[in-house]
């Protein structure tokens, strides 16, 4: 089955810890993103990464760090920096074909909650 | 700068009446337009996007939506409404101004389906 993967699917934080939500894909695909939802906000891009050892901000990336060290692979941690984690996080990726737009498929996602 | 207003962010209709979701976008480019469903507690899945060889697409489900240069919009319609409808659906412009085809996300319309 090819898809992505998001683990936990429930995870929580106690105050001043670091947490680490994982994703993965075995669509070949070579971007891969991270996103928060909120209520009624919509999605808000954290970090993005179009290749293997690179990756760039979003638009919320404070309090927020990744990886890319493997095409499969992009985790995302949560540090006690992020003042407010108590969100929907969902990962997804994408492929760029010709006379297509890049389109993102996306994860089942994580739900992380404070306690 | 692109974005995307949903006009509605919640919608009501009977089982077996049509569905009209409304989108607006902003774009300097010639947009690449989606549409994405969520249930709840998942992740998004893909109903149709717009790839300018047709303005008017069909997706998944029985949904279609019509881009309108003129009006600037991209609403989502399907003729009769089922249960298994009710979600929140996005409309979404992609970022093609910058190289990485970043998505902007509207702020979702709930959509219930009433027996």
């Known amino acids: 089955d090819g898809g992505i993967t998001q683990s936990p699917k429930y995870l929580f934080r106690k105050e001043g810890q670091n947490v680490t939500l994982s994703c993965e894909q075995n669509l070949n695909h070579d971007a891969m993103y991270w996103y928060r939802q909120d209520p009624g906000q919509g999605l808000r891009l954290i970090y993005y990464?179009?290749?293997?050892?690179?990756?760039q901000k979003g638009d919320i990336a404070e309090g927020y760090s990744v990886s890319r060290e493997k095409k499969e692979s992009f985790p995302l941690t949560v540090t006690s920096a992020q003042k407010n984690p108590t969100a929907f996080y969902l990962c997804?990726?994408?492929?760029?074909?010709?006379?297509?737009?890049?389109?993102?498929?996306f994860g089942p996602g994580t739900r992380l909650l404070v306690l | 700068a692109q974005s995307v207003t949903q006009l509605d962010s919640h919608v009501s209709v009977s089982e077996g009446t049509p569905v009209l979701l409304r989108c607006n976008y902003s774009?300097?480019?010639?947009?690449?337009l989606f549409w994405y469903v969520q249930h709840p507690n998942k992740g998004l899945q893909l109903l149709l996007k717009y790839t300018s060889a047709a303005t008017l697409v069909k997706g998944i489900n029985g949904f279609e939506a019509e881009f309108k240069k003129s009006e600037t919009s991209f609403h989502l319609t399907k003729p009769s409404a089922h249960m298994s409808d009710a979600a929140e659906y996005f409309c979404?412009?992609?970022?093609?101004?910058?190289?990485?085809?970043?998505?902007?996300f509207g702020k979702g319309t709930k959509l219930s389906v009433k027996p």
């Open positions: 979404v412009v992609s970022d093609r101004g910058g190289s990485q085809g970043n998505l902007i």
């Open positions: 774009s300097s480019y010639s947009p690449s």
């Open positions: 990464s179009q290749i293997v050892n690179d990756f």
């Open positions: 997804a990726s994408s492929i760029d074909l010709p006379g297509s737009p890049r389109t993102q498929y």
